[in-house]
Each structure stands twice: as C-alpha cells, then as structure tokens.
C-alpha cells in the first residue's frame, strides 16, 4: 500500500517519518522514533499504557494510525517537566505512587490533561480522570492523594510560574 | 498488535470527496472517525476494508448548533465536545449523562456519537438517549440525503440501516417539552466499563413517558410496553412493580463474562424503579443533579 511520509511534532521537535497507512501511532512512536514511555499494554484501548497528548487531548495510541497524527503535535511523558519536576511528578514522588511504573507515564498525561482543564478538581473527578488508566500494583489511593495534593491551591502559584 | 491488513488511507477535505470515494470502493472503504473501534476491529481482523476514508478532515462535518428547536451533531463530534458543551448539558442532559459513562477520557476525545451508533453493538451507551429524545441519523450517498428515525437504525446485532456507500453526517435531535430524564448504567465498578444494563428515561408533567433500553437485547430499543403502562398515571409503588414486571418480558439479556442473564434481569428492575423516580424528581426540580449516580 502506498508509503507516506509523515510529520511530527514531539515534545518540541519535529520529526519525519515514512509510514505504511495501517502502521499505529504506537509502534511508530516506539520501534521508528525510540520514544519508549508510552508502552503498549492491552491494544486495544482499556488500559491507558499507551497514553499520549495529541494535540492537547489524551489519546490511546494504540488506537491511533500514525497517518492520522500527521502534521499533528505530540506529547509523551518525556515532554513533561523538561524545565525540572512539574508539581505533579513531585507530588507522585512525595507518595510514592507508582511502584513497577508501567501505568506512570499513561497517568501523568491523564493527570496533566486534567489539571490543564481542571485545576481543582474532586476527588471523584480525580478517579474519573484516570478510569481508564489501569494500575495493577498500587490500589489508587497514593495516585489520587498525589493528583489532589498537586491540585492544592499552595501548588498553584508554582504551577502558574512554570 | 500490528496491524497486519493492508489498505488505503484517504482524508478528503470535502464531503462530496469522501463520498465518492465509498462509491468508487462500492462497499470495500470503511469512514474511519476516532477509529476506537474500527482500530481494534482491523487489529483483529474483523474489519478488512481496502480503503479507510478519514472525515476528520471535513469541516461541515464539525457542526454542533441547537437552531430553530433542532440540535444537529455533526459526525466529528466527539464524547468530550458533547460533555462540554454547555447545549447539550443544559437542553439535553440524558445524552450529557450517557455521554460521560463512555470508555474513558483518553477514548472519549477520540470517539464520535455517530461512530458509536455506527458500531452498533448492544451495550452503546449513547442509543437509550438518542431514542428518547427521539434522534433522526441523516445519511448521505449517492441518492442524496436519508434520514431515518432512530427506531429504525439499528436493525441487528452490529448492523444498522446505513448501506455501505452511505456515511452519517449528522445526528439531529428535536428539542422535547419541559422534562425530567436520566440515563442509568450498571457497570462492574464506577470506572470504565462496558454496560451490563442500560436505561434512558425521560418523564413529562402529564405523566407521559419515554423509555429506552441498551446492553439487555441484540438490539437497543424503546420500551413501549412499559411507556403505555405507566401513561397517565401517578407513579405510586403499585404502578413501578407493574412496569417492573413488563420490563422484564420485554428485555432478552444475555449471560457473558460481565454478568448473568438473571443478574442483568434482576438489575434491570431495580434500575427502572430509581430511574423512574430520579427522573419525576428532577422534573419536579428536586431530583440530584445530572451526573450523579443512581446505583
């Protein structure tokens, strides 16, 4: 089928790539560009591993054609906090939330996606905000703990610096 | 997974382009929209289309505008534009509800209503509100524009009454009368999770009422047995158990890995009964607000 080249736009740096059309944004991401934070976990949209921002929005990558994302800008966890930690990863840090790291990235962009529309969110807003980002190791509680305390009104002004 | 058929990938500017394209591959190009199922189905190789036309490029495509009594959604709206736009939370809320139980952010900023009633599978979280807010689909193709009462879309089991060389380019729905509604879902956890039961209703100051159903039949539908037994009357104790006992011959749940036929029977009960009186409550003004659960 006809190869295409695309153009990319990741964490500030525009790549170009050729891609066949069923070629998912995932593999590309991984196996072409070496970007390795996004990982590939169910395939199919349940888990939130594969998590990325394209253009501002979450998406599962695993969900994506990389022909789709052409001349689209994207996120990955190795876009965030390139300035030093945001409020966020040091908020995950304080608590310890992550423990294999597998779901981290996937979480961060959700948690930052959310924070961006929704600086003070609920508790259950929190929850609902990574439904779809699945942890097997943690039981939640010191991801939501660490999202709300990033969320703290004390963080803001750090936040609105950055 | 890779991807391991091959096909074409076009994304036309214009309608009429895309259009033509369905025509010229007579059945073999699939409109790809947030692709959240059509990905994973061409993953499994259960979608083997030649061509996949892309409509994300199709600005007329884009529309969302309540205008002369008519909300139109235009077939690139997604979840997310539907759950933030202030029309749709304010004028219809019962979609506002449903839109928010489906998937996940992360899906929802990619998937579409119109691809959602497209897919057609029978849990589709968003067909119990279109079909009380009685929504028309309208289609275009080669013999111009369809439009085809909601009723009469899906026809079975991941068909709808869409022919291949037909795309949806719009979903309009006709403003109701003061109501009081709700959409009740019943998942494994308060997460993402596909339904197990459905329920949309809608409730209307002279006791009138719509019901729909998803997740417990082939097909998602009105419930108009029950509609008839509850018309008219005050909603007492006596009158929800008759409506009660009638839900249940009218629903044909299936037993799968999410839950058993009975349990979905047993649910579908208890769901009808709060969902009716959520729904009276918040005609009256003194429901709980849209959005929070009624499980």
């Known amino acids: 089928m006809t190869k295409t080249t695309i153009t990319l736009k990741i964490n500030g740096a525009t790549r170009t790539v050729d891609v066949e059309p069923s070629d998912v944004l995932i593999e590309v991401l991984r196996d072409k560009l070496g970007i390795k934070s996004p990982k ?44 030093g930690l945001t409020p966020l990863q040091k908020a995950f840090i304080a608590h310890n939330s992550f423990q294999c790291g597998f779901c981290a990235p996937g979480v961060t962009l959700a948690a930052t996606e959310l924070l961006r529309k929704n600086a003070q969110p609920t508790r259950d807003e929190i929850k609902e905000a990574i439904a779809g980002n699945l942890c097997r190791c943690t039981g939640y509680t010191p991801i939501i703990d660490a999202i709300e305390d990033a969320a703290k009104p004390a963080n803001k002004k750090t936040k609105a610096k950055k | 997974m890779p991807i391991t058929h091959p096909f074409e990938y076009y994304k036309p500017a214009r309608l009429v382009d895309a259009l033509a394209l369905l025509h010229t591959h007579k059945g073999g190009a699939s409109v790809l929209a947030g692709g959240t199922d059509l990905i994973v189905w061409l993953k499994e190789g259960v979608a083997a289309p030649r061509a996949l036309v892309d409509i994300k490029g199709i600005k007329e ?57 497209c897919s ?16 028309v689909v309208v289609l275009q193709g080669p013999a111009g524009t369809r439009r085809i009462p909601i009723t009469e879309w899906f026809v079975g089991l991941k068909k709808t009454a869409r022919q291949p060389d037909e795309m949806v380019t719009s979903i ?62 005050p909603l007492a104790a006596a009158l929800i158990s008759k409506a009660c006992a009638r839900a249940a011959k009218d629903i044909s749940p299936i037993a799968d890995v999410r839950a058993s036929k009975e349990y979905r029977q047993h649910m579908a009960g208890i769901m009808l009964t709060r ?15 849209y959005g929070t659960s009624l499980l």
């Open chain 2, 61 to 117: 495509l884009e529309v969302l505008e309540l205008k002369d009594g008519m909300l139109r959604i235009g077939a690139r709206a997604t979840f997310t534009v539907l759950i933030e736009s202030k029309i749709v939370r304010g004028k219809f809320p019962v979609l506002w509800e449903a839109a928010r139980t489906v998937a996940s952010v992360g899906v929802r900023n990619r998937a579409t209503l119109a691809g959602n009633i």
């Open chain 2, 275 to 289: 969902g009716l009186k959520a729904a009276a409550a918040r005609l009256a003004g003194t429901g709980p607000a």
């Open chain 1, 40 to 83: 590939i976990g169910c395939d199919r949209g349940d888990c939130g591993t594969c998590t990325v921002l394209l253009n501002g929005q979450t998406v599962r990558s695993c969900l994506v054609l990389a022909v789709e994302a052409d001349g689209g800008e994207i996120v990955t966890l190795e876009g965030i906090g390139t300035d």
């Open chain 2, 172 to 233: 309009e729905l006709p403003l109701p009368k003061k109501n009081g509604g709700c959409y009740v879902k019943l998942g494994r956890y308060a997460g993402e999770d596909l339904a197990q039961v459905g329920l949309a209703i809608l409730a209307f100051a002279d006791n009138t009422w719509r019901i729909a159903h998803c997740a417990v039949a082939p097909t998602p539908q009105r419930m108009a047995g029950v509609e008839t037994i509850l018309a008219g009357k």
């Open chain 2, 120 to 135: 057609a599978i029978p849990c589709l979280d968003s067909a119990p509100a279109l079909l009380v807010y009685e929504a």
